[in-house]
């Protein structure tokens, strides 16, 4: 029997609700299958730990991660902490750290899932974004000079290197060739006339070692129009680090909303451990009070179950959602349920058994 080991960091806010769901569901499908087994270790760093001791994980966090198949992470945010703080010094650290330079999000309308848009078929939207996770506008490159002075000067850099681009682009392609789809990169080239203009040339050139995948590119101003309007128009989609981000909230919106988010960083190498995580955020408002939507931390579980080779669990997952979302008998407020965060989990893991 194989037994995957995870770190888990449930974090801050609503994290510990939906990670404990997520936790249920993936040793559901350990035991129904019977040649898996996972391993779960609980690491409580986060913003509570950052306010007791002045950091957000241990100081040597990195080097017991290592040691790991997987990191579970539920979310990391808090009033009390600064925002760049509770980001820059967890959830990006690990990032650089272990190398997850791939971030994919799945945005894919489910059967029964809320649309805000009119006449869209369920079949429209089905996107995978492939957003660069290391570098770019997220590299932390940068100055604050004169501080406090009246000739204040701040300088935010954008780093965009060969590597960095052509890796994440060539990891697009050889997605969109392998499940025969089209492939899109997003850039903002007439504005960013460095790195921008950079990324669309590494793109034309990897593009000619696949003629089989049918490329498009587009500004993201304009594919934030057709996200909206014509959805159906994406299908794999590849894009730097700021502007993955912000289109795949756009992309959650339009397929059922933040509570249906996931997000897998990838070191597709496997030298060091890869992160799965909700992308909805802590959401301190309603933590503790059972409203907390587990079912984008189970959807990020069945990414790591396709990312340890168990596709057919992966699948069944994404299934067994969808048809949650279609009988509506037991689901949390933000999809017109009034079933508490657990009740959804322990519902989810009796539909998986049948």
């Known amino acids: 029997m194989i037994t995957h080991k995870i770190a ?9 609700e939906v990670i404990a769901e997520g936790v249920k569901v993936l040793n559901k499908a350990a035991e129904l299958d019977g040649t898996f087994a996972f391993q779960f270790d609980y690491f409580p760093w986060g913003c509570n730990y ?5 950091r ?13 198949d997987a990191i579970f992470l539920g979310a990391v945010g808090d009033p009390k902490v600064p925002d760049h703080i509770s980001l820059w010094d ?15 999000r799945p945005v894919k309308l489910l059967q029964g899932a809320p649309c805000p848009l009119k ?21 932390g490159s940068g100055a604050w000079l004169y501080k406090d002075q009246p ?8 780093v965009f290197s060969r590597k960095g681009c052509e890796r994440v682009i060539r990891y697009a392609f050889e997605l969109a060739k392998k499940e025969h789809k089209t492939l899109t990169s997003i850039s903002k080239g007439n504005a960013l006339n460095y790195s921008m203009v950079f990324w669309d040339q590494i793109f034309k050139e990897v593009a000619a070692e696949y003629p089989e995948v049918e490329t498009h590119a587009y500004l993201v101003d304009a594919a934030s129009m057709f996200m909206v309007k014509d959805p159906k128009r994406f299908e794999i989609v590849v894009t730097s680090n700021l502007f993955g981000d912000i289109l795949t909230d756009l992309g959650a919106a339009i397929s059922g909303g933040m509570g249906l988010a996931a997000g897998a960083n990838l070191n597709p190498e496997r030298n060091h451990p890869s992160m799965f995580e909700p992308i909805h955020g802590s959401a301190p408002d309603i ?5 907390a939507n587990p079912l984008a931390t189970i959807w990020s579980a069945a990414q790591m179950l396709e990312f340890f080779g168990h596709q057919e669990w992966s699948d069944k997952i994404i299934a067994t959602i969808e048809q949650m979302l279609v009988e509506k008998k037991c689901l949390t407020p933000d999809l017109g349920g009034t079933a508490k965060t657990g009740e959804v989990g322990d519902a989810f893991a009796a539909l998986l058994s049948r």
């Open 8 to 16: 888990v960091i449930a974090g801050d806010g609503i994290g510990p």
């Open 50 to 54: 950052y306010l007791q001791h002045g």
């Open 56 to 68: 957000m994980m241990a100081e040597d966090g990195l080097q017991t991660l290592e040691n790991y």
């Open 90 to 104: 967890l959830l990006l650290v690990i990032r650089k750290h272990f190398d997850q330079y791939i971030n994919l």
């Open 119 to 139: 006449d869209v078929k369920r079949e429209d939207i089905d996107m995978t974004f492939v957003r660069e996770n290391s570098e770019g506008e997220y590299a």
């Open 151 to 158: 000739n204040e000067v701040v300088i935010q850099n954008g």
């Open 287 to 291: 933590a503790g009070m059972g409203l």
